[in-house]
């Protein structure tokens, strides 16, 4: 029914077109007549060549109009080709007048120049109704008027954008002026919206227009020009949206109309990575592939990449429950041709570990689970060690046994000169892993990044939550530097180094700049409409346990390399005696089992003699001197 009615009103528009049409033709022609005869009266003889002229004009003309196909368009969207249709069948219309001007006799008493005056005359009134009646639906003339928008960016996201505000009226906003820092688009105009400046006219241009909302069409914006228009857009004092994001255009993620709030990955993110899409597709797709810790952050993003990518199956393991069936049922919903296998499985349990790997027969393993909670790690040795190495260790040797082809640590930072019981654990993965590639056929790689924005335990959500609270935001150090970058942009890391890695490498990501964590959270209040030390108190409380002030993304002794990958480098492997390894290991399996935390954190301090102990590592001060000292002693012969 409704189907019915839609072609209904189609030929009902067609056909009121067309009669529109033909009213103007018999009009042009008379038109034509009285301008060539200035307006006086019309002799029965003039009259006689108007009437033989309308028995040859209006036929002859209406069957063009239909030929050209001015009746395929609809008025509301008149546009340049309309016009060009409109003229083509009106020109030919006109010379097939004036031949018959010209040859025949009823029509020889015509005056030459009235079928030039009828061409130009139609096309007005063909022509003008149309674009008349589009000008009035674009500008929506209404006794309602809608939010006044300024549009950042006159390129081609900002003309699709203003297009769309102007055709739909969703949310009936009212496009009213571009700003763009380009000097060729100052003064044009967009759909009769006009270009008035640059970007940094914004507050000047809000207070002049009555600006309600600023919208920014800049989807290829890098971070830096990101921060310098929310900078500029924050003290104009109107809400502000944007378009999404460039990558989600391009896949079709995000469409130009849906306009979001600025996020923060869009000021700390950084410029993207330049990655080999199509080997990692070769590379991945068609496989078996486990990933451990597949609910958390990184391995529930890096599931729906590979996924997308094309996985044959996706071997889960993960030790929450909800977290397990909340990634498996995504995936399952998602991309239903991938085959998903979930087991809740801890990694410190070598015989369910060993059962889940000869199952599948991964051939490849992503090993993404690992306790990272660095305050709460310091007080929680005996746990950080049983499965950021243990763990680790036992992955490791499962993988090596079912024949995988590769293995894909993925580290942090806070392993290159550790502070921290977290970072320790990780380094002495880092070696386990790197040691172990030169014995097995697996190739062992590690991908070792900074701080994820948005993951599980990180500062981002909890300053969301304290600004939703109102505050105050607790930051630790005023001066606290840190390495971000988004979860995705990790995970497409982590791909890379699994299909370029030989063995035995750390990849490291060439973050660019750190960024203060004062700075997040007053971006982050900001962004919320309000004022930091106003609005919401940001409140200093010193140094956690196992913090310092800035990361490290690599060692003094490890040697970079590029690799072909725009900011991503290679970190030389520093090989260590394995027997010494494996026996220093195996020490540290027995004293987590005794829970003797002392010979714990000796055995950990003579794994990473870099290890700098701070004082909330358990057990009494001197114990911790003295494992501290006797780990650097042993290490160093």
Request: aromatic share 8%; with cysteine.
């Amino acid at each position: 029914m409704s189907a019915m009615r839609t072609v209904i009103q189609r030929l009902r528009t067609r056909t009121t077109a067309f009669l529109h049409d033909l009213v103007m033709i018999p009009a042009a022609w008379l038109a034509a007549f009285y301008l060539q005869i200035d307006f006086q009266p019309i002799s029965w003889r003039e009259l006689s060549y108007v009437l033989a002229g309308l028995v040859l004009v209006v036929p002859v003309q209406a069957i063009l109009f239909w030929y050209y196909g001015l009746y395929r368009g609809v008025w509301r969207f008149a546009s340049l080709p309309d016009m060009i249709r409109i003229v083509k069948a009106v020109g030919i219309g006109t010379l097939v007048l004036m031949a018959t001007v010209a040859l025949l006799p009823p029509m020889q008493g015509v005056p030459r120049a009235v079928p030039i005056l009828y061409g130009v005359l139609l096309v007005a009134l063909v022509g003008g109704p149309r674009f008349l009646y589009r000008w009035f639906k674009d500008h929506h003339f209404r006794l309602e008027a809608g939010p006044r928008v300024l549009i950042v960016g006159a390129g081609r996201a900002g003309e699709m954008l203003v297009r769309e505000l102007l055709r739909t009226h969703e949310g009936n906003y009212q496009p009213v002026a571009f700003v763009d820092d380009d000097l060729r688009k100052r003064g044009k105009e967009l759909h009769g919206i006009r270009v008035l400046g640059p970007i940094h006219r914004i507050p000047e241009l809000v207070r002049e227009l009555w600006i309600d909302l600023i919208m920014l069409a800049v989807p290829s914006a890098n971070t830096q020009q990101m921060r310098r228009i929310v900078e500029v857009c924050e003290r104009a004092g109107v809400p502000f949206r944007s378009v999404p994001r460039l990558e989600d255009l391009i896949t079709g993620r995000g469409a130009i109309q849906q306009l979001r709030e600025i996020a923060i990955e869009d000021l700390l993110g950084r410029e993207p990575v330049d990655l080999d899409w199509q080997g990692i597709r070769s590379g991945l797709s068609g496989r078996v592939i486990l990933v451990t810790g597949a609910g958390g952050s990184i391995g529930s993003e890096l599931c729906r990449q590979l996924a997308r990518f094309g996985a044959r199956s996706l071997v889960l393991i993960e030790n929450s429950e909800y977290n397990l069936y909340r990634i498996e049922m995504e995936l399952r919903r998602d991309y239903p041709d991938v085959g998903v296998h979930a087991h809740l499985c801890d990694i410190r349990d070598p015989v369910a570990v060993d059962r889940v790997m000869s199952r599948h027969r991964p051939q490849v393993v992503f090993h993404a689970a690992a306790f990272k909670h660095v305050p709460m790690l310091e007080g929680q040795l005996r746990e950080a060690v049983s499965n950021n190495v243990l763990g680790t260790r036992i992955v490791a040797e499962a993988a090596d046994r079912c024949g995988a082809h590769e293995f894909v640590l993925i580290s942090t930072d806070k392993a290159v000169n550790p502070v921290n019981v977290m970072g320790a654990t990780k380094r002495a993965a880092e070696l386990f892993c790197q040691n172990f590639d030169r014995r097995s056929a697996t190739r062992f790689i590690t991908v070792r990044f900074g701080n994820v924005l948005g993951s599980a335990g990180s500062v981002v959500p909890l300053f969301r939550q304290q600004i939703e609270a109102g505050g105050p935001v607790t930051v630790t150090h005023p001066e606290i530097l840190r390495y971000f970058m988004t979860i995705s942009e990790a995970c497409q890391l982590i791909m890379q180094a699994s299909v370029i890695g030989k063995g035995g490498e750390i990849y490291v990501l060439d973050m660019g700049e750190p960024v203060k964590i004062r700075y997040l959270a007053e971006q982050m209040i900001r962004l919320a409409g309000k004022e930091p030390g106003k609005d919401i108190e940001i409140v200093y409380t010193g140094l956690r346990p196992g913090e310092k002030l800035y990361e490290e993304l690599f060692h003094e002794k490890e040697r970079l390399t590029g690799t072909g990958f725009n900011k991503i480098l290679l970190s030389a492997s520093r090989e260590c005696d394995w027997s010494e390894l494996s026996t220093r290991l195996d020490e540290l399996e027995r004293a987590a089992r005794a829970y003797d935390e002392e010979r714990l954190l000796r055995g950990l301090c003579m794994l990473v003699p870099e290890f700098e102990v701070q004082t909330a590592v358990p057990g009494p001060a001197p114990a911790r001197v003295v494992a501290l000292e006797s780990g650097r002693r042993r290490a160093d012969t």
